[in-house]
């Protein structure tokens, strides 16, 4: 029935907006929500969207207006990284609960403001974090959470990004510290989440580095974007955004009003953030992770295990790569002590369609179809959001100051709140405006 459709507004109508929470949630779950209203400071990009979303919802260039008159139930945050909390913070003051695209924030202030915002208007939070959804990541999750290698004492974890996935990072607002965070707040607040939920518990002490290798002042040669580029024919990273359609009527000629352009020169001199980085993470159960995030690889995905006192959990996830790989993904059990079990168990996990393996659709299924059960704990909500970031924080201070870094010291208020509710518990889902 039309009263029960959640009532939404879409903030930020760059790619993922008008994908993932425009055109992809009105498909897929058009009798769960209605989309009241589009906002963007780009009225252009805006226009756009609506049309690719086939929509008719007015379009605001400021949220406060937004929020004003259309009294949203729930605003979706798909803004860049550093203006997600004062987004969030309206949001939720207006009476909205919110869901905001990851990173949740990019500073201890902004994650502080968020989490007090939620409290003080008892709304709700959530954020989208797909990874957890992943067929793969449930299994291994229920395979941990079995005791099947009995308690985690370590973690291997690497994430391979391509050298296009990789590169579009440094071509736009990512490639700035103060704009995402850096990219171990940017990209791997997905991957410290996946930690933190896999192993139960927070992190409490990093020691990082990081450098700029590829990118940036490291590059041969530079212009002032793909386009107009002089070294078009030499360069390794040309890309012609003309070539995509969807890219180029979402960004080419709206970037005439604000100067926002899809294909920045990667070798842009004040580039400052680091394209290779490695992490040791303590975690408070005692658990040991070493962690690297790699920008320019040939292939794409990520290798994961956990070693337990009774085995090890092995994981090696294909998203991209310059060779065939089968229908499905094989998570690696192998016994310690396998006394009448198999030594080693391949556990096949096939494919699901969709983005990040499947993720998004589990995700949204959660959020806005009533009645699916989270015994895994997967829904992830404000304080999830902060850790995960906290952690990015720290291990960007640690490789910038050469010194380890408590995650308590940076955010003391995070852990010392006496009701801190677990990673995966969060409040309960809530229905429309109070
Ligand atoms: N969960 C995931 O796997 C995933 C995947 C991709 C992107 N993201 C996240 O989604 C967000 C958006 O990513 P994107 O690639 O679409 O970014 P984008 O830069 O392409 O689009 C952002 C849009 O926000 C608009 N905007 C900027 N400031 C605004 C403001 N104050 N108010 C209203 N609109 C404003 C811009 O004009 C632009 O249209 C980022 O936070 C990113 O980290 C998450």
Not at 124 to 137: C, Q
Not at 202 to 214: K, R, Y
Not at 299 to 311: D, L, Q, R, S
Request: hydrophobic share 35%.
């Amino acid at each position: 029935m039309m009263d029960d459709k959640r009532r939404f507004a879409l903030v930020g109508t760059g790619n993922r907006g008008t994908t993932m929470w425009g055109e992809d949630l009105l498909a897929g779950w058009r009798g769960f929500v209605d989309l009241v209203a589009i906002a963007d400071t780009n009225a252009l990009r805006a226009e756009r969207a609506r049309t690719m979303i086939a929509s008719n919802a007015p379009i605001y260039g400021d949220v406060d207006t937004m929020l004003t008159e259309t009294q949203p139930d729930l605003v979706i945050v798909c803004t860049p990284d550093d203006t997600h909390d004062d987004i969030v913070v309206k949001a939720l003051e207006s009476g909205a609960d919110v869901i905001t695209e990851k990173p949740m924030a990019t500073t201890v202030e902004k994650i502080r403001r968020i989490l007090d915002a939620e409290k003080r208007t008892g709304r709700r939070v959530d954020v989208s974090f797909n990874y957890r959804f992943a067929p793969t990541a449930a299994r291994i999750k229920e395979l941990i959470d079995a005791g099947e290698i009995g308690r985690v004492t370590s973690v291997d974890f690497h994430w391979y990004l391509d050298t296009h996935h990789g590169a579009d990072y440094f071509r736009r607002w990512h490639a700035y510290t103060d704009r995402s965070g850096s990219l171990f707040v940017h990209k791997a607040t997905h991957h410290f989440d996946l930690l933190n939920w896999y192993l139960d518990s927070e992190p409490d002490t990093v020691s990082a580095f990081a450098d700029l290798q590829m990118y940036g002042r490291k590059g041969p040669f530079r212009g002032p974007r793909c386009k107009l580029c002089p070294h078009k024919a030499s360069c390794d990273f040309y890309i012609d955004i003309g070539a995509d359609p969807f890219l180029d009527a979402l960004y080419e000629q709206p970037a005439e009003i604000d100067g926002y352009f899809r294909d920045g020169c990667v070798f842009r001199e004040d580039i400052d953030i680091p394209d290779t980085m490695v992490a040791n993470i303590r975690y408070r159960n005692n658990v040991h992770v070493s962690y690297s995030l790699n920008t320019f690889q040939p292939i794409e995905g990520h290798h994961i295990a956990f070693n337990g006192t009774k085995g090890r959990i092995e994981l090696r996830q294909y998203e991209d790569q310059p060779w065939e790989t089968p229908p499905e993904d094989v998570i690696l059990l192998v016994r310690n002590f396998p006394k009448g079990q198999p030594a080693v168990e391949h556990i096949k996990v096939p494919h699901s369609s969709g983005g990040h393996y499947g993720g998004d659709d589990r995700m949204r299924n959660m959020i806005f179809k009533p009645g699916i059960a989270d015994p895994l704990g997967q829904r992830a909500g404000a304080r999830a959001g902060a850790l995960s970031v906290l952690c990015g924080i720290a291990a960007l201070q640690s490789a910038q100051s050469g010194k380890v870094v408590r995650l308590a010291d940076l955010m003391p208020d995070l852990f010392e709140a006496p009701s801190a509710p677990r990673i995966a518990a969060q409040s309960s889902a809530s229905g429309g405006r109070r």
